[in-house]
């Protein structure tokens, strides 16, 4: 299992930024693809975004899409994810999660990821 913390999270202004940060440990990190859901009280978590095992290929939802941007770097094993023009709809715990299997596609199926972090609190006030 890889071990994932996430960070970064706050309050922030409607159409600020902010830029989450996960940390793995415990696998080879540069081996699976990586993706980032948020969850609303009362609500499912949804996909936001994914990125694959080199980083050229990204996916995110039709929400965030030309707002945020996922990126990664393998020689640190970090995950992050720049959320630009933040709205209030996007307040909500932002959790990173690692794929369960080795050397797979970029996916936006939450039960693709075995792995999750505790998650970070996104406040946006409008």
Request: glycine share 10%; with cysteine.
């Amino acid at each position: 299992q890889v071990q994932l913390v996430e960070s970064g999270g706050g309050l922030v202004q409607a159409g600020g930024s902010l830029r989450l940060s996960c940390a793995a440990s415990g696998r080879t990190f540069s081996s699976y693809a990586m993706g980032w859901f948020r969850q609303v009280p009362g609500k499912e978590r949804e996909f936001v975004a994914a990125i694959s095992l080199s980083g050229r290929t990204t996916n995110y939802a039709d929400s965030v899409k030309g707002r945020f941007t996922i990126s990664r770097d393998n020689t640190k094993n970090t995950v992050s994810l720049q959320m630009n023009s933040l709205k209030a709809e996007d307040t909500a715990v932002y959790y990173c999660a690692a794929h369960t299997i080795p050397r797979r596609a970029v996916s936006s199926t939450q039960t693709d990821f075995g792995s999750w972090g505790q998650g970070t609190q996104v406040t946006v006030s409008s």
